[in-house]
């Protein structure tokens, strides 16, 4: 990432809305999406992306037109609001261990017939399902296993019998197991793309692994779901692998720069923000910590600021702080005036869409028109 | 603080609603609020709480009930909120630097008669209200001058003529003078309550000094306003003064404790979160940096970590780490069980209210009801 090539900052900026907001571009996006999907269509593997990037019904149906299976959430009323939007195939990322947890949107699917997938990564966890399940027995129903493959953070450890006592369990209890799934979070602290595809590698590896575990188990039929976008755009998509899940390469952002995974060029968000005072120490702009979130980067990739902001000629400025509402860029002999527009591009745009009610969809033209961030704050 | 201390963390944990999700424990809000009322009461001043903090037209209306005499809000889409939750006297504490930023606010504000006060730090922003109120002559404006007491975001510098300059440009302009306002939000960077009271007095001796320039240039009435949570927790109130702003007050949060502000016991403000993972590198909750921000506090305080997470019996466990729906406990030999409750502390309670679209008022008997943060997402 080369701040000092100014063309690949450079963008219009239309003064047409009041200041601060999130602009995606349309061209950008639909350029990302159709790569990823190329690249799953190639490797002949299913793509469900994650909606934590844009929670937004309408860039998901974009994503399904485009020929995505379904969609990945987070949590069970993400999911809700996904199905409530007319997505009808769903797989929730997220360890289930109560059977409250899941009974709204068990409901809810089988209301619409939509198909959900769940996760478990213990006997509790396929205990809670099945008690879910049993209250609700028209929901189509699967349940993967999921993997630690390294972010110690949810999943059976892959060294372990604890997969075929987990996909035991299930036909114990009559569910459907719909295979592995895994997140190598860790990815985005590995630094460049070459580690990353290691990274890539050693999970796949790990997957299969397991795999064949588990087949000779007596569990035959054992589909490998990975996701993450650094794995995804650093490596090739290996042989074993039947689903792909990122979520980010929608949007992209400033960490994707960093691990050499996107240009500049290709980032498909950025929050539009103006210069609301000069002084001899900074510039400040109209947006803080509430619109862009404190967020360095995912997994501790850690940026030294809080964004890029870059104005219509493509000169760009480090967000060195921020307070609630304002940013504060260092002060340049050769600054932006008060009132002028700048565009921000933050490191994690996951975080920043997270934040807003609604984002403005730029048309190459300039036209735009606003859309609704419909799984905001459905943190339950 | 002492997170060894029990006793000062034990709270009971009612487990009567999925989670997460944000409580606020309504004993110790009221208790907050009322100590700072009495403050401003005893010292003859007046009190005029920022929203930022909660964003919540209910506690702001018993901030009002408690003798407050209006509320400070960031940004005009805020005041417009609270316009509409009742308040009828507002201070704008944000530069504005086009009429149409406040064209809205304004016309509710004539609409409703309700009371606003601008700030201005520039000739720009004089011409900029100036227009907005040729626009909405209705309305019962006053305008304050906004003076940069060293945390060097928006303001005059005192040093300079600039503020006579601008109180000549509002009086030429037909525009109510309201006096001077500041915030020494560098402060939270002082460390310790001594320090912190230190800028107290130096900006409680820059407010005066300009007073009297401005007096002798022909302004008698020049009331000072001063704003910030530390500081008015950890000064008197300075003779000089007649408003007072502190926000964060009613809630609180670690970064009060770690100033030595406040006391565990002290903190109203928690997030309810629920283990949904152990492994042999952490205990794993349920809730990440989208319930909780990445806020490592405000201005540069920078704890360790992203908040405490304390089991019923006051046992306490640091978040070392947040991704955006789990957060991530080291391991601990003793630990808590998958599926039970964790209260967390966060760092900056502005900063985890902002993101929710509720929170959950607990009594002291145990029932809870839930509110709205009305003004979550109004960034313009």
Redesign the interface.
């Known amino acids: 990432m080369d701040s000092n090539d100014k063309q690949q900052w450079q963008r219009p900026l239309i003064d047409d809305r009041?200041?601060?907001?999130i602009e995606v571009d349309a061209a950008r996006l639909e350029r990302n999406l159709q790569q990823m999907q190329l690249k799953a269509n190639a490797a002949g593997v299913a793509l469900r992306p994650h909606i934590?990037t844009h929670k937004s019904v309408w860039i998901a149906q974009r994503q399904l037109e485009s020929g995505a299976r379904g969609v990945t959430v987070?949590?069970p009323s993400e999911g809700i609001s996904f199905i409530a939007g007319g997505v009808r195939d769903l797989l929730l990322a997220?360890?289930v261990?109560?059977p409250?947890?899941v009974a709204e949107l068990l409901r809810l699917a089988a209301l619409h017939q939509a198909k959900i997938t769940l996760i478990a990564?213990?006997l509790?966890g396929v205990a809670a399902i099945a008690e879910a399940s049993q209250r609700q027995p028209a929901c189509e129903l699967a349940v993967a296993i999921k993997v630690?493959v390294g972010l110690?953070?949810?999943g059976v450890?892959p060294e372990t019998d604890d997969a075929v006592q987990i996909a035991d369990a299930l036909r114990a209890n009559g569910l459907r197991f719909a295979g592995l799934v895994s997140h190598a979070?860790h990815a985005y602290g590995a630094g460049h793309a070459a580690a990353i595809a290691e990274i890539a590698r050693q999970e796949a590896a790990l997957m299969q692994q397991l795999q064949k575990k588990l087949q000779a188990a007596g569990f035959p039929d054992v589909p490998l779901s990975v996701g993450s976008t650094p794995t995804a755009l650093a490596a090739e998509i290996a042989p074993s692998v039947t689903e792909i899940r990122p979520g980010n390469y929608a949007l992209l952002d400033l960490t994707a720069c960093r691990l050499g995974l996107s240009r500049p060029d290709q980032l498909a968000m950025s929050v539009i923000t103006?210069v609301?005072?000069v002084?001899?120490?900074?510039v400040?702009i109209?947006?803080g910590?509430?619109?862009l979130?404190?967020?360095?980067g995912?997994?501790?990739t850690n940026a030294s600021g809080f964004g890029v902001a870059a104005d219509e000629a493509g000169q760009t400025y480090e967000v060195t702080?921020l307070?609630?509402?304002?940013g504060?860029l260092l002060y340049q002999h050769h600054h932006p005036a008060?009132?002028s527009l700048l565009r921000l591009f933050p490191n994690h745009s996951?975080?920043v869409m997270?934040?807003?009610?609604s984002f403005v969809l730029r048309h190459a033209d300039g036209q735009s028109e606003e859309h609704v961030v419909d799984a905001?704050?459905k943190?339950?």
């Open positions: 009041l200041t601060p907001y934590k987070s949590k997220y360890p261990i109560r409250q947890s990564d213990t509790q630690d110690h953070r949810i450890n979070g103006r609301v005072a002084n001899d120490h900074y400040i109209d947006a910590s509430k619109m979130s404190s967020d360095k995912p997994h501790g702080k307070s609630e509402e304002h504060f008060v009132g996951c975080a997270a934040q807003s009610d905001r704050g943190f339950i």
